[in-house]
Nanobody, 122 residues
Framework: QVQLVESGGGLVHPGGSLRLSCAAS????????MGWYRQAPGKERELVAD???????NYADSVKGRFTISRDNAENTVYLQMNSLKPEDTAVYYC????????????????WGQGTLVTISS
């Protein structure tokens, strides 16, 4: 089974920075998209950023210029560097990945991590 494990959340003052990491493990043949979503209390889960295997990136308007997504394909890991953090960035951040596993016939996966809490407060 493919598993995603996030790390790097915590409490930061406004204007501060955090770096989230998400490592995928299991019988992974290839990963297409890796991305970060977040869910604030009382709100729906929303896309923060995602990145394809070809390093094409997509960002929510609210984080453009402040967050940077990157990935290490050899380690099946995705990162989210978050700078100039604001109280409205407070949320549980979830990693998501989709791709193909080693199996016959071909089998694809789409998995989510357990989430990591990011709190921005003075």
């Amino acid at each position: 089974q493919v598993q995603l494990v996030e790390s790097g959340g915590g409490l930061v003052h406004p204007g501060g920075s955090l770096r989230l990491s998400c490592a995928a493990s299991g019988p992974i043949h290839s990963i297409n998209h890796m991305g970060w979503y977040r869910q604030a209390p009382g709100k729906e889960r929303e896309l923060v950023a995602d990145i394809t295997s070809g390093d094409n990136c997509n960002y929510a308007d609210s984080v453009k210029g402040r967050f940077t997504i990157s990935r290490d394909n050899a380690e099946n890991t995705v990162y989210l560097q978050m700078n100039s953090l604001k109280p409205e960035d407070t949320a549980v951040y979830y990693c998501r990945a989709d791709g193909r596993v080693y199996d016959f016939p071909i089998r694809y996966f789409e998995n989510w991590g357990q989430g990591t809490l990011v709190t921005i407060s003075s």
